[in-house]
């Protein structure tokens, strides 16, 4: 008798020590997802880089990139986006030297230039909304290139007429083929240093 009681106290406190396990368990917070950290982090400790080392970037990390900006985000899937990589140091020079901004080509190993496409975009008032379109692949690029090691920065070329205007010239770009952009890139001579852009006050909530 002695015996059985012993068995069924062991018993109870077995399950006494199992249930609050669980319980415990059940309320610890859950664990934090390396992969959200790891895109949070990315995305916030991207910078501009403006001078970049020697180091070639090879075919398959272009490759990456480019697939990266393919995957944005787009109106209608219209996809606009056109993407000229330039490779050839005589033509990153001609660009650091007739653009006062983008005098970092000078040591950038590549660039891409992020164009839209006039044909593959929506009529009339939505005709810009390629704008939006294409700058979506370019952060996605941007990005890309940072997870990967790269530095890069974004140069601006529309609305600048003149801008445009050179640009396609020296692409040798279709009537339809607007450059939004000249983005530069290389591995990275110092690691960047980002900015805090956090602000409070530019946020609202359902009304301004």
Not at 134 to 154: D, F, I, M, R
Request: charged share 15%; net charge negative.
């Amino acid at each position: 008798m002695k015996n059985s009681l012993y068995i069924i106290i062991l018993l109870a406190v077995a399950l006494l020590i199992v249930s609050y396990k669980l319980v415990s368990e059940s309320n610890e917070a859950p664990a934090p997802d390396s992969d959200l950290n790891n895109a949070i982090e990315n995305i916030m400790t991207r910078s501009s880089i403006r001078a970049y080392t020697s180091q070639n970037i090879s075919d398959g990390l272009m490759d990456t990139l480019l697939r990266a900006a393919m995957a944005a985000p787009t109106a209608g899937n219209k996809q606009p986006w056109r993407f000229v990589v330039i490779r050839d140091t005589t033509t990153l020079r001609y660009i650091a030297a007739n653009f006062g901004p983008m005098k970092m080509m000078n040591t950038a190993n590549a660039a891409v230039v992020v164009c839209g496409d006039m044909n593959d975009t929506f009529p009339g008032d939505g005709r810009d909304y390629w704008v939006q379109d294409a700058s979506a692949a370019t952060e996605n690029l941007l990005l890309a290139a940072h997870a990967s090691g790269l530095g890069a920065v974004w140069c601006g070329v529309y609305p600048m007429p003149e801008r445009v205007a050179a640009f396609s010239e020296l692409l040798k770009l279709p009537a339809d083929i607007i450059p939004l952009n000249c983005v530069a890139l290389g591995y990275p001579q110092e690691p960047g240093q980002p900015k805090d852009k956090w602000k409070p006050q530019n946020i609202h909530y359902e009304t301004w």
